[in-house]
């Protein structure tokens, strides 16, 4: 079988596990508990792995035979799901789901750069940006059905057996993975230890300081993830449940459509940018702030409200889908193999740093702008156009 196509298999079915026990997990420890403090709190905690994962990663990714190092990574996570499996009836529930959930944040967050270092050595050209649109599509959807499945399957089989079946899931996954064979797999041989991941970890913000046009790259998703994605994820909820007075079931309705606009960006940044690619992603990156802008001006017209929220966000999702592949594919390109792994985990975690940042400023926002939440986005739009145009000089993003 194609190596591509084992690898997105393996994707698939790795990250089903993954997505959904890192919904059902912190369900599960709600239910027992009531608090939801403690459920939004454990759910923060469990991000923190998930950001030394990826730091981790991109050096390993480097330096490991990839294969192996994503078998490995889902072996590990099928054992740990079996050990959270026989130990849950006798260990105290907090601290076993919280270091079940960090392990699992922690798995995806170094097993992401492993899976991207590897498409170059696999794909080019347009075949490059079709594979990353391919593991952008399979992510986005992962990340939705697995909580969906994940609530099902939790209620019929109980959280132990979800942790049985996802550990299957992770053991067969590995069983893929040691049947792949990468051309180049292992770029020259050398001892792992702390001091040289930190050493690739120093080389790799070097070289990031020192390539401008990767740098313009990262600082471009920086700026997305601090200004224009929170605009979304923050202030589509506070409208619908708080300005709409909508139900929860609208709620649901509306993360469902835009999650399918996540999709249908991933569908077709494997079609569009392989017959018609791009060389500059400024206007993805406009078209993003503009759907904001326009989200606040809809929302000024009440008959338009709820639609545009729908529509509207929908079509954020697409191209912001979009800018995602481009992002990744253009990394693949400007980057040496060598330092692929390590530089795309440190562009995604300067990314995940900022997006908190902007979901903290947006909440305070829509909270002191409570009676006109359009204006709150219409600024967003505004704020991030400027805040691009800024970033660009004569070469563009």
């Known amino acids: 079988m194609n190596t591509f196509v084992l690898i997105v298999l393996g994707q698939i079915v790795s990250l089903f596990g993954n997505a959904a026990l890192r919904f059902a997990l912190p369900l599960y420890l709600l239910r027992q508990t009531g608090s939801a403090a403690l459920y ?33 990574l889902d072996l590990v996570t099928a054992g740990i799901a079996a050990a959270a499996a026989a130990g849950l ?37 347009t075949q490059l940006l079709r594979g990353n649109a391919v593991i952008q599509l399979v992510d986005t959807v992962d990340e939705l059905l697995g909580p969906l499945l994940g609530a099902v399957l939790l209620e019929r089989l109980g959280i132990r057996g979800l942790l049985v079946l996802c550990g299957c899931c992770f053991a067969l996954s590995a069983g893929m ?20 991941l930190w050493a690739d970890l120093r080389e790799s913000a070097q070289f990031l300081t020192g390539q401008a046009a990767v740098l313009r790259l990262a600082a471009a998703m920086a700026a997305v993830n601090l200004l224009e994605v929170p605009a979304l994820t923050v202030g589509v909820p506070v409208l619908v449940v ?20 996540g999709i249908l960006g991933g569908v077709l940044a494997g079609t569009v940018f392989v017959r018609h690619p791009i060389r500059s992603g400024t206007p993805l990156l406009l078209a993003l702030s503009g759907v904001c802008a326009a989200l ?37 390109v ?13 562009c995604t975690v300067l990314a995940c740093l900022t997006q908190p940042i902007g979901q903290a400023a947006y909440g305070i926002a829509f909270q002191h702008w409570a009676a006109h939440p359009a204006d709150v986005l219409l600024a967003a739009g505004v704020l991030s156009a400027l805040v691009l145009w800024l970033l660009q000089t004569r070469r563009t993003v």
């Open 296 to 332: 606040g001006l809809a929302l000024r017209v009440s008959v338009l409200q709820f639609g545009s929220i729908l529509v509207l966000g929908a079509v954020f999702m697409a191209v912001a889908a979009l800018f995602n592949v481009w992002f990744f594919a253009q990394l693949q």
């Open 242 to 261: 708080q300005t709409l007075q909508k139900s929860d079931a609208s709620l649901g309705l509306v993360q469902a459509v835009l999650s399918a606009g």
């Open 177 to 196: 993975e040691l049947c792949l064979r990468i051309p180049q797999d292992v770029p020259y041989d050398t001892k792992l230890s702390v001091r040289s």
């Open 40 to 72: 939004g709190g454990i759910t923060a905690l469990a991000m923190l792995p998930a950001l030394a994962g990826m730091l981790t990663g991109g050096a390993l990714a480097d330096r490991c035979r990839k294969t192996r190092l994503m078998a490995l």
């Open 334 to 346: 400007l980057v040496p193999q060598a330092q692929l792994g390590k530089t795309t985990a440190c």
């Open 89 to 125: 009836p006798h260990l105290p529930l907090l601290p076993l789901v919280l270091t079940v959930l960090g392990s699992l944040y922690a798995i995806q967050g170094l097993y992401q750069p492993v899976v991207r270092a590897c498409l170059p050595l696999l794909l080019n050209g």
